[in-house]
């Protein structure tokens, strides 16, 4: 019960986890779904547009009408000045965003009360900022090191599978974690890692679905055949 009860929190954490990608890389592009543009968006940035624009073509798209979200692009693109923004994009931002961007949320969003947070996303989107790179990746690092070290642990347990097979997917986790993260930081470098990007996540996910599905089958499908076959037996 102790085993299958986390195995089933943390699978359910897992789908979670792809539900805020698509959420909020998956719309990179502005579509949804996740693609290797997404990956490049988001790590390498759009360089052709400011963060709010691509910002507004993609993840908060849905937060203002058409005609506000190009107001907003147009401002930018002619400069973003203050008096400007005071006369016209002020009264966007008050009634369409910071309802989540501005302390008082608790989103810990940057807070678009303040010109100057705006000024600094009005620039060139040149994707996910190294301080960010890095408080992400420890505590990727870091969690999900532990959720691996307890779903290997319980599929070390599986009696049907070769040693080899066991050993291989026990450490899969550990190295394409490091290969995802790497991935992350040479993509901010240059956009040809991208889909490194999706091979390193790919590869974490196929081993825990492997080291899930056969741990799970070895506790409650597994006795129930064996169980059965015993019966049989005695039946002879
Ligand atoms: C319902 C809450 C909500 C509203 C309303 C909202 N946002 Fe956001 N915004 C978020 C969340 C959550 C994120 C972080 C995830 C992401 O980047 O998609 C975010 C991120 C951003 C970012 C990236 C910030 C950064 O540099 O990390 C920009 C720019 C942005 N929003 C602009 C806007 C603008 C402009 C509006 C108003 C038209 C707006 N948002 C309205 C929730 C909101």
């Given at each position: 019960m102790?085993f ?10 897992y789908?979670m986890a792809?539900?805020?990608i698509?959420?909020?890389?998956g719309?990179?592009?502005g579509q ?14 759009k360089?052709?547009?400011?963060v709010i ?8 798209k ?14 930018i693109?002619k400069?973003a000045d203050?008096d ?11 009634s369409r965003?910071i ?8 989103m ?11 000024l600094?996303?009005?620039e060139t989107?040149?994707?996910a900022?190294?301080s960010?790179l890095?408080r ?12 691996f ?10 009696a049907g599978?070769?040693?080899?097979l066991?050993?291989s997917?026990?450490?899969m ?11 992350w ?5 240059s956009?040809h890692?991208?889909?490194?990007v ?7 996910a196929?081993?825990f679905?492997f080291?899930?599905?056969v741990?799970m ?5 597994m006795p129930?055949?064996n ?10």
């Amino acid at each position: 019960m102790l085993f299958s009860g986390y195995l089933t929190i943390v699978a359910i954490g897992y789908l979670m986890a792809l539900v805020q990608i698509l959420f909020t890389h998956g719309m990179a592009d502005g579509q949804f779904g996740l693609s290797v543009d997404d990956i490049v968006y988001s790590y390498y940035g759009k360089r052709s547009g400011s963060v709010i624009e691509n910002k507004l073509n993609g993840s908060m798209k849905t937060m203002a009408p058409e005609e506000e979200r190009l107001k907003i692009i147009n401002w930018i693109r002619k400069g973003a000045d203050e008096d400007a923004f005071n006369a016209d994009i002020r009264p966007i931002i008050e009634s369409r965003c910071i309802a989540c961007h501005s302390e008082s949320s608790g989103m810990h969003l940057p807070d678009f009360t303040k010109f100057e947070n705006i000024l600094k996303r009005a620039e060139t989107d040149s994707g996910a900022s190294f301080s960010s790179l890095a408080r992400v990746s420890h505590i990727h690092l870091f969690g999900i090191a532990f959720i691996f070290m307890f779903v290997g642990l319980i599929f070390s347990l599986a009696a049907g599978v070769p040693p080899i097979l066991k050993a291989s997917v026990i450490t899969m986790p550990y190295i394409f974690l490091l290969v995802d993260i790497a991935s992350w930081w040479l993509t901010k470098l240059s956009p040809h890692f991208a889909w490194l990007v999706i091979i390193g996540g790919g590869m974490m996910a196929l081993s825990f679905v492997f080291m899930w599905t056969v741990s799970m089958y070895e506790m409650w499908i597994m006795p129930l055949k064996n169980a059965d076959s015993r019966d049989a037996l005695l039946d002879e």
